[in-house]
């Protein structure tokens, strides 16, 4: 694939990486893209680099622009070595290139590779002229590492704010309309929900830093540019920074011997019965980072497992952990499970479901050995009475 021009005189040049499918435990069932631009002016500018083994195809699209030896700046926005794992051949081959990026950014970089380049550091309100275009910079700390930093052409009206608004897909469109509104709503709340969702606070920060902006492009460092759906992704993260959630129920659980899975089922007929649309998500079969897609968006979320020498299946150890990591706030939180001998993985759940602030109106459920009928139209009653509680 050639590299492709995003506005005049500014190209994608970034990497396809068709065949990742776990990006540090979360699952990127299709693919990613790590993007690089180059902007061409007075002054040559390349604005972030690729993963270290997609380097060669990052520089053959240069090279269709130009001699990549003329490129006189190069932006890293992030350190995280999806985006920096470029930067020590493109130095070699860019020897008169001066690094600009944050405070943190340079103490990242210099810890990362132990090098030290020609650095310039900046910082908000700092800005670049390279010519018909000036570059300004908006430090984003936390979004989602200390270092982040997104730069802004206003020229241009494009925003490059590296990980905010990425999705995880590899495609041979570059553009947000080449492959279509729903896939990509799906593959940026993914993203969001696994990797941004701990700070949404600092995202807020930064959308109303750049609210003032006039943009008509978003160029993130993962997934497609954003062009045609602007209003709906800025959208859609103003709900997601707020922690606003829909009228559904996520049922998160495993099972045992079958006890555990009788109880979701039951409570889900109760949600539903009172118009509470429910997804249901066995840990056996579902994947935490696409669980996390649904809670991203669920007011309700129910969580059960069976009692294991005194505490909980694995699986649901994994989830707990990975969701107490990532702080999704304002939930109405369930805890249910059945049990042998020893009732306490009800607790467990209750716990961290205390730890993260969530609204628990109804005390957890564990039911010993087999729930018999009668257990099970309790169960469905609590769903229904739960329902009750989204307001």
Known sequence: MNKIEIKPGVYWVGGIDWDLRNFHGYLTQRGSTYNSYLI?????????????????????????IIDPAKIDYIISNHVEMDHSGGLPKIVKVAPKA????????????????????????VKTGDSLNIGKRTLQFFLMPMVHWPDSMATYIPEDKLLLPNDAFGQHIASAGRFDDEIGWDILKEEAGKYYANIVLPYGEQVKKALSALGSLKIDMIGPSHGVVWRSFLPKI??????????????KALIVYDSMWGSTEKIAYKLSEGLEEKGVPVVMRNLKTNHISDVMTDLLTSRFILIGSPTLNTGILPTMGGFLTYIKGLKPRSRIGFAFGSYGWACCAVKEIESVMKTLGWDIPIEGKSIQHIPGEEDLNQIKEVGKKLAEKGG
Do not use: A
């Open 40 to 64: 061409i002016d007075e002054k040559i500018v390349l604005v972030d680099t690729v993963k270290h083994y997609l380097f060669d195809e990052m520089l053959s699209r240069i090279k269709e």
């Open 98 to 121: 001066k690094i600009l990026t944050s405070p943190h950014g340079q103490k990242g970089l210099k810890n990362h590779f132990k090098e030290d380049w020609n650095f310039q550091v």
């Open 234 to 247: 800025l959208g859609e993260y103003t709900k997601w920074v707020d922690n606003q959630t829909e009228n």
